[in-house]
């Protein structure tokens, strides 16, 4: 409040504040700006810096966790006829996370009736990655009409996820392609600002959520349980960031861009959760 003001910084504590004609949202992890200036009004950015410096180094345990995690085997595009190892589509995914952000990509969903496969491991190296422009998110969150929680990050991620209701998917859907988003904040103004959040799923539960044979937004893999399992795993791979960021930087995309029908197609080919769809 105003008192509150005066009572922290005297009576002309105007003179310390900075005023903006609005928020907006751009993402960017090389060429970070915190205030945009557009047609001469000042908009604050709600997006988080970036805050990891690429350096080389190792980062074999993060390499080794991405194949375990998206798989080994061999994928064949349905159009171009091209081989792809699966983890390399996963690979792409991080990388066109990290250099195009505001790309639309698909809805990733981690599906294992098995515990210690790594599904909430991943999530965490995302965080570590991408810092508070990583969410945690709940069931409730994506039925809730009050969505400021992700409208501004790079990425949602609900573990536990139990979406039966067709009415719920058909929102993610239409959230995965917006370019933009009403936020309805409680209690607060609505307003709009750009929309770039990816969504991951999780759970045990094979019917995590409402999907058809004929949806090409999401993307759905069968996580096989680890091995050996590590305890010091995630603070191992936050340690090897530098040097994978090292590497995306100079790392060619395994594949094209091409329209949703046909990627649609390579991801289909690239699920591994062997479950009959209906």
């Known amino acids: 409040t105003k008192e509150t003001m005066k ?17 907006c949202n751009v993402p960017d992890h090389w060429n970070y700006e915190q205030v945009i200036e557009r047609g001469g009004k000042q908009f604050y950015n709600r997006y ?84 508070d422009n990583v969410v945690q998110i709940g069931n409730a969150d994506l039925q809730s009409d009050f969505n400021e929680t992700y409208s501004d990050k790079l990425l949602a991620i609900c573990e536990e996820t139990l979406l039966e209701r067709k009415r719920d998917v058909e929102r993610i859907k239409a959230l995965s392609t917006s370019e933009s988003i009403l936020v309805n904040p409680k209690g607060q103004k609505q307003f709009v600002i750009d929309f770039f959040c990816k969504f991951q799923f999780y759970s045990n539960n094979i019917r995590m959520i409402y999907v058809t044979r004929h949806d090409e937004r999401f993307w759905i893999i069968k996580v096989p349980t680890i091995k050996t399992h590590n305890p010091n795993l995630q603070a191992e791979m936050r340690e090897q960031i530098p040097g994978f960021l090292q590497y995306l930087k100079t790392r060619e995309l395994a594949t094209q861009r091409v329209e949703r029908r046909l990627a649609g197609a390579l991801l289909r080919l690239a699920s591994q959760t062997g479950r009959k769809i209906d």
């Not at 009572?7 to 928020?23: I, R, T």
């Not at 410096?53 to 980062?59: C, I, L, M, R, S």
């Not at 595009?77 to 195009?100: F, K, M, N, T, V």
């Open 7 to 23: 009572d922290l910084y005297a009576k002309d504590f105007q003179k310390h504040l900075k005023f903006f004609d609005g928020f």
């Open 48 to 131: 988080f810096p970036f805050r990891w410096v690429p350096e080389p180094g190792e980062f074999g345990k993060i390499l080794g966790f991405i194949k375990h995690i998206f798989g080994e085997h061999e994928v064949s595009h349905a159009a171009s006829g091209r081989r792809y190892p699966a983890w390399e589509l996963g690979l792409d995914y991080i990388q066109l996370l990290l250099h195009q952000p505001t790309q639309a990509l698909p809805v990733v969903c981690l599906y294992s009736p098995e515990n210690v496969t790594g599904k909430s491991t991943f999530g965490k190296l995302l965080a570590d990655l991408f810092g």
